[in-house]
Every structure is written in C-alpha cells, then in structure tokens.
C-alpha cells in the first residue's frame, strides 16, 4: 500500500545541530528574518519561566496518555509574529495542548521577525533547562540556520524534524474548540496548587465539575451553570512545576451545554509570558478527530476569502473576528468561515486569554489539506453527486444507496443518521449535515 502524500511542505536543513562554543544551535527554517539568518536573537527576562515552559512543552509532546502508548516526540512549533514568540505543543494522544506566549517585555525589546518553525527538544538541550536557576542568562535565536538556546550547559543535535500531519488537524481544531471560552474561576498558585492535586488525584471519577465559590471552588457531579469541567485531569499533571512562578491561574470553559464532558482550558499568567493548557473531553479523545470546524467551513466563500484575510494577517498577525468583519465589510459568519478555512491549514490558532486570533504560518500544502477531512470532502461529493434534496421536512441527504434526513434542531442541525445518534453533535457535524449545510448556502433550502 502506497503512502499518501504529504500535506505538509518538507522543509531541507543546511547543516546538522550542534554546539558552537556556549550556544546549542539547532537546525531550523524561517520564511522572514530580522537579520540575514534568524527572525529573533536575545536574552529573556525571566530565565526560569522559559526554561520551565520549554519543558513543559516537550513534555506535553512526549506525552501519550492512553493506556496503549505511542512514542511521542519533543518538537514545539515556533512562531515569530513581528512582535511576541509563540511556541505550540500537542501530546502524543492528541488530547492535550500547550502553547507558551513570549511577550516584547520578556523578550527585552529584541527585535522579532516573522516566521515558523518545527524544532526538537532533545535529551541534551532538556537537562540544561532543568538547570536554568533564575539569575542564569539564557538567550535564544531562532531562524533558518538554526535555533541557539545558550543557557550556562547544554546539548543538542537535532536531525530534520517533518512537522506531523496530525498536529494540522489537532492545532486546527484547537482552535475551534477556544473560540467559545470564557474566564470562569481566576486563583492565585497556592490555590492552584490545591485545585491541581484534587483533580489529578482522583482518577477513578474520569470527569469532574468545578464550580467558583468564595473559597475558590466546589466540585460537583452535574455540568451546572457555569461550571468547568476536568477530564482525565491527571493531564494537567505537565503544570505543576509551573505553577510556583505563576502570578495567577485563570480557568476558562465554554458555556455547558449538556454534554458528558467539555474542553478546558488553563491559563497560567508570568506577567511578561503567558501558558495556556487545553484539556480534550477524555484521554481517548484527540482534538483531531472532533470536525468542530466543518459547520464554519460550509460557507461556500471560505476559500477565497481566507486567501484574502491571510494577506491582512501578514500585516496584522493578531485579529478578532469584530474587527475581521468590519476591516473586510463582511458579516459576522462569512469571517468565521474564512478564519475557520486558515485554521484548517494551520495558519490561525486562537488565545482564549487575549479573546483574539494570531497568525501561523505553516508550511503546507494547500491542494491537499481538504484531505484531512474526510467528512467536508464526502458532503461535497454528495451534492456533485446530486444526492441533496430539500424537503419540507428538512433537506434529504442519499448516501450508499440509503437516505437521511436532516433537519433543524435549535440553532443547529441534527440527523437520522446512525452516526449523528451515536454522537449527537459532540464530535463535529455527520457529512449529511454538512452537505444540507453547503445546500442552504447555495440558497437551496428545505422545511423547517
């Protein structure tokens, strides 16, 4: 059986990975540059902080949290914006994301370029940042030639690192999944420290509910109103040597809606530096696998006019969807949908703790990246194929030689489907659902 072709663009490094004199220079690649070679160079200002969320970053893609384990890598993504550095994690599992924000303070006013890059956290450059004490230099350069983290010891030697065709897909739906969640309980880190060993210590009750209170917070079995919920929280297991540096901790939730379990999100605030952790629904739940963004990219306009926001996100790396929607004289929907077709390529994520998109821009290719979704590219074949039809029930929908029925429930859709009954919306919309989508924007319609 043939493999399938690569999505991703393979990027040719020019030398391998070493140490040149103090510096542990690893072998990178950046489309922009502050100077002839690299799109940032200098010293950080809180050395432990970095080095604490280096680490915690190649722990999280090292991580695999299901009880049969698949190796896992140490490779954060690298983004330079113009302004701040953004470094991205996924875990082995798909289940647990990490992202580490390096603000222009902390950065001590260097200069940042635009750029983006996969790099490997090896065995050797890992004990040096172990060993990173907060009066210790560490200084960082990250470009084509290479990425340098000086720190007082240290070694790496990376080989070419491909960026995995999963963290497409899961970056992507991350992102999805961020974009309805708001601040629900705010603690300082002793606390934190508190809540992190309560729900990392009861594994045997896999999801739990939190719920704010005047001593912070109270557990709870019911999704009530406003609460958050902790899946398999012995994930979060990664923070804890973060949280004695943290100023605050701030948990954020989408709004309940019902279902068994929800996303989580955890923002851990330096001051000058920032690190959010997301938590999937459940250990066996990558965000990969969630479709949560085929509803937005129904809109039969997405792709041209993603083409035309990823131009302004050149200029502009930081955007939310108000100010998309005005800048670009489009409706609130349409700049979802656009915002939602660069997500699937990896060129947005979002920043719950800032409400606002930012700009990735991977290498990928872009003829091929419908592939990752098999359901958008089967609901499209469907309505080539003539097997849409709108009814005054609802829109009809023929697939394999059986019909569906689709038809609206609340604000959503829902379907006959057996699939839709097994997941009832919580995994992304049936490729049924996205097809009567595509129907209706194309000003075909059925019954309500």
């Given at each position: 059986m043939s493999a399938s072709p690569s999505v991703v663009d393979t990027r040719i490094y020019r030398h391998a990975s070493g140490v040149v004199g103090d510096t542990v220079a690893l072998a990178t690649s950046a489309p922009d540059r502050v100077d002839g070679q690299t799109f940032f160079a200098g010293f950080v200002r809180t050395p432990r902080v970095v080095a604490g969320g280096l680490l915690a970053l190649a722990d999280i893609?090292?991580?695999d949290f299901r009880p049969v384990r698949s190796p896992g890598g140490r490779d954060p993504v690298v983004t330079g914006d113009g302004e701040r550095l953004r470094l991205e994690a996924l875990s082995a599992c798909g289940g647990v994301y990490g992202r580490l924000d390096l603000t222009a303070e902390e950065l001590d006013g260097a200069p940042v370029g635009r750029g983006v890059t996969n790099v490997d956290v090896n065995p050797g450059l890992y004990t040096a940042l172990t060993r990173v004490g907060a009066g210790d230099p560490v200084r960082l350069a990250v470009g084509e030639d290479e990425l340098a983290v000086s720190t007082l010891d240290g070694r790496v030697v990376e080989k070419r690192v491909p960026l995995p065709e999963r963290w497409l897909r899961g970056l992507a739906e991350v992102s999805a999944h961020a974009l309805p969640m708001d601040p629900r309980l705010e603690l300082r880190p002793g606390r934190a420290v508190a809540l992190l060993a309560e729900v990392s210590a009861r594994t045997g009750r896999r999801t739990r509910w939190l719920l704010p209170a005047a001593t912070g917070w109270?557990?709870?079995s019911r999704p009530d109103r406003g609460a958050i919920c902790v899946a398999d929280g012995y994930r979060l297991s990664v923070l804890r040597p973060l949280l004695p540096l943290a100023r605050t901790v701030t948990l954020y939730a989408p709004p309940v809606s019902g279902a068994p379990a929800q996303v989580s999100g955890w923002v851990l605030d330096f001051g000058t530096a920032r690190f959010t952790l997301l938590l999937s629904t459940a250990v066996q739940h990558g965000f990969a696998g969630d479709g949560q963004l085929l509803a937005d990219l129904g809109?039969?306009?997405?792709?041209?006019d993603a083409e035309a926001l990823n131009a302004l996100l050149v200029t502009d790396?930081?955007?939310?969807?108000s100010s998309v929607a005005e800048r670009m004289d489009w409706d609130g929907t349409r700049a979802t949908a656009a915002l939602a077709a660069l997500a699937t390529a990896g060129q947005v994520g979002y920043d719950i703790a800032a409400a606002s998109s930012f700009h990735r821009p991977l290498p990928y290719r872009a003829d091929l990246v419908a592939a990752l979704h098999p359901r958008l590219a089967?609901?499209?074949?469907?309505?080539?194929a003539g097997g849409v039809v709108p009814t005054d029930a609802g829109v009809e929908v023929t697939s394999g030689g059986s019909t569906y029925l689709v038809h609206r429930r609340g604000a959503g859709y829902a379907c006959t489907c057996a699939w839709w009954a097994e997941h009832q919306g919580l995994r992304?919309?049936?490729k049924h659902v996205v097809a009567a989508m595509f129907s209706e924007e194309n000003g075909v319609t059925g019954g309500a």
């Open positions: 893609a090292a991580a109270r557990s709870t809109a039969g306009s997405a792709d041209t790396p930081v955007v939310d969807r089967a609901a499209r074949a469907l309505g080539a992304g919309p049936c």
